[in-house]
């Protein structure tokens, strides 16, 4: 750890940070020459690892030709053939892809082109969003008030957008014994229509979720069913849907969209964080034909825009990125790793008495802790047990993203892994491992015996 004098303002000023240095594959190296293996991308980002040669290679060639172009004068090789790239692939009915910086400013974008949608159908008097509680889509401000993340949202209240939300699909904590999957799924969905029913569906702009939550939640994955009835709602009252797929998407999940597991397609899809893996800052926004034609045939303007959209560099790194990714069968790896890790986490916390519940899919995977493993309970937030998790796996080289407020914003903890595609069988005991001694010393200090 470095004691130089710093002047950024970092998310924990009096946080002692290491200097990352150098990348080595799923690796990050800090100045001291100490390893760590990236367990969570950073915040589900680094899916190709830190040294892809491809990629970097990518970037230089396009600052070569030319690094920035401002798109209200030009657009640019790489910025295009990333559109038709992505636009190929996507659900069907997302034709077309704006480009950004990141997660939240893709929000901001679907937020106001939704608006914008339905006020070029004369449709004025639609303003309200509805999205579930415990959900996470960016932070800024828009982006905070569509999303539930009470924790981040509580003290920026009074400068808030107003909207609303349901109930997340939290099988773990809110299926009822009488139910299946399936039942409970369909009762948690029909929360939005009569939510819609309350409000007026002439009032309503659309409904935002995530499929896979990431951050706030640890990893949730929808009961089979769920997201169907979430879009034969909003086809019946006329509301968008709006997918978030910032983090759970681009492969992460084992499909490059993560809607496609679910069967379905929403009217606007957001992605970013895989999208350019860490190599260059970007974000993308897919909207549906049907709402390009109405904003081209209507004002014939979107009204929106930020300096850096569709940036070149950052264009070229991002398509590289995505070529590597298939041109290499990338997501059969994470499928195939994800089988392992899975097999992995429930052979060393299966059974173990703080940890209720292990979910996910590909890469992508969470553990809630629990006081008690029979009832559930959630240990006591005083602990921050999640903290504890964090720092004894930094010190034995492991990057994890552990969380709290798991529940409701105060109550829960889990811990998020999202590790490179590029991880091998090797990577994954590695994990394994050092996530389990991480979590036993936490315990220990806390004074939890397992």
């Known amino acids: 750890m470095s004691s130089k004098k710093t002047r950024i303002l970092h998310r924990q000023p009096s946080s002692n940070l290491a200097y990352a240095d150098k990348g080595d594959g799923p690796y990050i190296i800090d100045q001291d020459g100490k390893s760590y293996i990236d367990a969570s991308g950073g915040a589900a980002v680094s899916c190709l690892g830190h040294s892809n040669s491809r990629v970097t290679q990518a970037i230089k060639d396009q600052i070569d030709n030319i690094a920035f172009a401002h798109t209200s004068f030009f657009t640019t090789e790489p910025a295009e053939e990333l559109a038709e790239f992505l636009s190929d692939r996507a659900p069907e009915g997302l034709d077309y892809v704006y480009f950004v910086s ?9 937020l106001k082109l939704a608006r914008q949608y339905f006020l070029e159908k004369g449709e004025k008097e639609r303003k309200y969003f509805i999205a579930r509680r415990q959900s996470y889509h960016g932070n800024t401000l828009g982006a905070l008030s569509v999303g539930g993340n009470m924790w981040r949202r509580q003290q920026f209240e009074p400068i ?19 139910e299946t999957d399936e039942q409970y799924g369909q009762r ?23 499929p896979v939550v990431g951050a706030t939640s640890g990893a949730l994955v929808p009961v089979p069913g769920y997201f169907k009835r979430i879009r034969e709602i909003c086809d019946q009252y006329g509301i968008l849907l709006i997918l978030d797929e910032v983090m759970c998407g681009m492969g992460r999940t084992g499909t490059l969209f993560a809607c496609e597991q679910e069967g379905i397609s929403p009217d606007i899809l957001t992605t970013a964080k895989g999208l350019g893996a860490g190599y260059q800052a970007i974000g993308a926004m897919l909207l549906s034909n049907e709402i390009y034609e109405t904003i081209v045939n209507g004002s014939g303007f979107f009204q929106h825009g930020h300096t850096y959209l569709a940036h070149p560099t950052a264009c070229a790194a991002a398509l590289a990125v995505q070529k590597e990714i298939e041109e290499n069968n990338l997501l059969e790896n994470v499928n195939a790793m994800g089988k392992k890790l899975e097999e992995a986490l429930l052979e060393r916390f299966g059974n173990h008495p703080n ?23 959630p240990l006591d937030p005083a602990l921050k047990i999640h903290a504890g998790i964090k720092k004894h796996a930094m010190d034995l080289g492991l990057i994890c993203y552990p969380g709290n407020g798991t529940i409701d914003g105060q109550n829960g903890n889990h811990i998020l892994l999202a590790p490179p595609f590029i991880i091998e069988e090797k990577h994954v005991v590695e994990i394994a491992d050092k996530l389990q001694k991480a979590v036993e010393s936490a315990l220990t200090d806390a004074g939890i015996a397992a």
């Not at 808030?160 to 009488?178: F, Q």
């Open 102 to 110: 990141g997660g939240s400013e893709a929000t901001e974008s679907a």
């Open 160 to 178: 808030l957008i107003d909207a609303d939300h349901v109930a997340p699909c939290y099988p773990y904590r809110d299926k009822l014994p009488s």
């Open 188 to 210: 948690v969905a029909n929360e939005l229509e009569q939510h819609i029913k309350e409000i007026g569906a002439e009032n309503v702009i659309g409904f935002m979720a995530e």
């Open 355 to 377: 940890i209720g519940d292990i979910r996910g899919r590909g890469l992508f995977w969470g553990l809630e802790l629990v006081a008690d493993r029979s009832t559930k309970e």
